[in-house]
């Protein structure tokens, strides 16, 4: 192993973003390294602004990828979800360690379901994909966005503003909040954004840790998580285009394929498409650049509006491809 010395892993402040990188930080000791937390405040983390005026969802990152590029930390831990799908220069994603729970979680009063909630039952999601999907379902309630972290969302229900929140079953699970779950949203109804309930582990290319941080990796969440962010960057989804994706691994006749569905809603939520693909699960992203070309010959891009940027070529104004969900 190279030079010991103190690993400093960078790390957003809120409760989830710590928890995550603190479990990464016990893998890597795990391997014999030692291993110290590094806070950094992002400008998404100060301001109350809506994401869209700050520069997106990618604030998260930037500022963690500024200290991993001027050597402050080596390596750091992102929620993939939330990491712009556009290669960063000098950085490599060393390890995508073994994902969480992808689904999506109902959090209602009452212990009450998606399909128990009267009509007229408020629920609240910042994520055009999430109220896209859940409106497709016809079932009456009215969507209303709200944003903040996890403990601010649920704080939602706890008044009784909402009737119901949803959230990333993968945040509550690792805050410890499983109880709080009313229902784990069937794929079949909500797909998740590409990447949830997965992590990357991100350092420099010529990091000397590099091979050690490798070690993390998963690879059947690796292949997943490629085929999702491959259909997302084929897409050139906007930062408020809906976008679901879920890959999983099955069995098939000719051993172990990948199986990718994805969702695209227009930006009203008044539409949606879905469709799925199977491939084999040696070349990933080409499984999600082909779904993202079904999509595309089947209007995906029409559905999402012109100014989305989905379908033209480079997209709008937008050369980093994330989800449209709101980091918490
Ligand atoms: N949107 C922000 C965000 N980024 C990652 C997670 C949860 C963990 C994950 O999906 O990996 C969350 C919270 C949520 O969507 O409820």
Do not use: Y
């Not at 556009?86 to 959090?107: F, K, S």
């Not at 379902?137 to 903040?148: A, D, H, K, N, T």
């Not at 962010?229 to 051993?255: H, I, K, W």
């Amino acid at each position: 192993m190279p030079e010991q010395h103190v690993v400093r892993l960078g790390t957003r402040r809120s409760a989830l973003a710590t928890t995550q990188s603190g479990w990464v930080a016990e893998r890597l000791r795990e391997l014999g390294l030692q291993v110290e937390l590094v806070e950094i405040t992002t400008q998404g983390d100060v301001s109350a602004a809506p994401l869209t005026m700050i520069g997106g969802t990618g604030v998260f990152a930037s500022a963690i990828r500024e200290a991993l590029l001027d050597g402050r930390v080596d390596c750091a831990v992102h929620s993939l979800k939330d990491l712009p799908s556009a290669p960063e220069p000098g950085l490599v994603i060393a390890a995508v360690p073994r994902r969480e729970d992808p689904r999506d979680a109902l959090c209602a009063r009452d212990g009450l379901t998606l399909g128990e909630l009267p009509a007229g039952a408020v629920v609240g999601t910042g994520s055009p994909r999430r109220a896209a999907q859940i409106a497709a379902l016809g079932l009456g309630v009215e969507l209303v966005p709200i944003r903040g972290n996890v403990d601010t969302r649920l704080q939602h229900v706890r008044d009784g503003r909402c009737d119901a929140v949803v959230l990333a079953m993968a945040g509550l699970s690792r805050l410890g909040l499983r109880d709080v779950v009313t229902e784990a949203l069937d794929p079949v109804q909500v797909l998740p954004a590409a990447g949830q309930g997965a992590l990357a582990l991100e350092c420099r290319e010529d990091h000397p840790l590099r091979e050690v941080f490798a070690r993390v990796e998963d690879a059947e969440t690796r292949a997943c998580v490629e085929a999702e962010r491959g259909l997302l960057a084929r897409l050139e989804a906007g930062c408020t285009a809906p976008v679901g994706a879920l890959a999983e691994v099955v069995e098939s006749e000719d051993g172990l394929e990948l199986s990718l569905r994805a969702f695209v809603g227009s930006a009203d939520g008044s539409d949606g498409l879905r469709r799925s693909l199977t491939g084999s699960w040696t070349d990933p992203r080409d499984l999600g650049h082909r779904l993202a070309d079904l999509l595309l010959e089947d209007g995906a891009a029409e559905l999402a509006g012109v100014g989305s940027g989905l379908g033209s070529p480079g997209g709008v104004g937008q050369t980093a491809h994330q989800s449209t969900d709101h980091p918490a």
